[in-house]
C-alpha cells in the first residue's frame, strides 16, 4: 500500500507513506503525518506526498522548524526590496520566542489561539496581532512554494476583529491636493491628522516616545488629547511609511530631537511657522 488515510477524531487524519524498506533491518519503512481538516486536506497532502516522494524530493516536514520557515520570509524580503526592517523586528521580537521551536508539522490553532492570549495580555490590540500574522501566514506559503516543498497543508491562520478604521475630514483628492502644496515640513502633519483625526495640539506634541514603529502604534498620552484618555493609533499603509520615513530623516539629520514631527530639528510652532 503506497498510502494510507486513518481517521483520529474530528477534523484530524493520520496519513501514512511506504517509503520502501531499510537495507539492514529489511523492515518497511513509514513516513506518518497528522494533518488538521476535512478528508479532502488529508487527501490532497497524501497526493502531494507520493508524487515528491516518486521523484525523490520528499522532505520530512516533521522535522522543520518554524525558524528555518522564518529565515526564508526574511530571505525573501531582502531578495524582492520589501520593508526587510520591519519585517526582522516583528520575526526576531515576536514570531521567533513564541513559535521558533515548533515544528511546522505541529502547528494547531489552540497554538495561535494562545499566542493571541499572550498578545493581549501585554494590551496588545487585533489590529497589531492581525499584522504578526500576516507575516506568519507568509512563511507557511512560502514554504508551500518551495522546491522541494517543505510545507504540504498550511494551518488556516485567523484574523481577528479589527475596530473601524477613523475617516478623515475631507476627500482624499482634496487631501492629496492641500499636502502637495505645503511645504516639505508640513506635509507629515497633514498626512498624520487626515488619517488619525488628531486635532493640531495632539500632534505637534507627539514625541518619539510614544511611537513605537515595530508594534505599529502610537500612545497619546492622559492629558494631551481631546477627552484626557489615553489612546492608541494604530500605524498602516501611508500613515506608516510616513512616521518611517520621518524616524530615517530624524537620525540622518536630527538625531537629537525628541519631536516626530519638527522643522530644522525643533518642535513646529502652533502658527505652523516659528517654534
Known amino acids: 500500500m503506497a498510502g494510507q488515510l486513518i481517521r483520529r477524531g474530528d477534523r484530524k487524519w493520520l496519513v501514512r507513506i511506504y517509503m520502501g524498506t531499510d537495507p539492514q533491518t529489511g523492515k518497511r519503512k513509514y513516513f ?13 497532502y497524501l497526493s502531494a506526498a507520493l508524487r515528491d516522494r516518486d521523484l ?56 495561535l489561539s494562545r499566542y493571541v492570549q499572550h498578545r493581549r495580555s501585554e494590551g496588545v490590540a487585533n489590529d497589531t496581532i492581525n499584522r504578526k500574522f ?23 491562520v485567523l484574523k481577528l476583529d479589527e475596530a473601524p478604521p ?20 508640513l506635509r507629515p502633519v497633514l498626512t498624520f491628522g487626515y488619517y488619525t483625526g488628531c486635532r493640531k495640539g495632539e500632534i505637534l ?3 518619539w516616545v510614544q511611537v513605537d514603529l515595530a508594534e505599529g502604534v502610537v500612545r497619546l498620552n492622559p492629558g494631551e488629547t481631546k477627552n484626557d484618555e489615553a489612546r492608541t493609533i494604530l500605524l498602516d499603509g501611508e ?22 514631527f519638527f522643522r530644522d530639528g525643533g518642535p513646529i510652532g502652533k502658527d505652523f511657522r516659528e517654534p
Open 56 to 111: 525523490g524530493t520528499f522532505a520530512e516536514p516533521s522535522k522543520l522548524t518554524m525558524n528555518e520557515l522564518f529565515d526564508d520570509l526574511l530571505r525573501d524580503y531582502e531578495v524582492n526590496d520589501k520593508r526587510l526592517d520591519w519585517a526582522s523586528i516583528v520575526v526576531e521580537k515576536h514570531l521567533r520566542p513564541f513559535f521558533g521551536k515548533v515544528r511546522a508539522a505541529r502547528l494547531t490553532s489552540d497554538l
Open 32 to 44: 506518518s503525518r497528522t494533518v488538521n481538516g476535512n478528508k479532502k486536506d488529508a487527501e490532497r
Open 239 to 260: 500613515l506608516y511609511e510616513t512616521l518611517a520615513f520621518q524616524r530615517q530623516l530624524r537620525d540622518e539629520r536630527h538625531p537629537d530631537c525628541h519631536w516626530v
Open 166 to 185: 477613523r475617516s478623515g475630514f475631507f476627500e482624499h483628492d482634496e487631501f492629496v491636493a492641500m499636502r502637495g502644496e505645503l511645504p516639505d515640513y
Open 134 to 156: 500576516t507575516l506568519f501566514r507568509r512563511s507557511l506559503n512560502l514554504g508551500r512554494e518551495a522546491e522541494p516543498q517543505k510545507v504540504f497543508s498550511v494551518l488556516k
Open 205 to 207: 506634541v507627539l514625541k
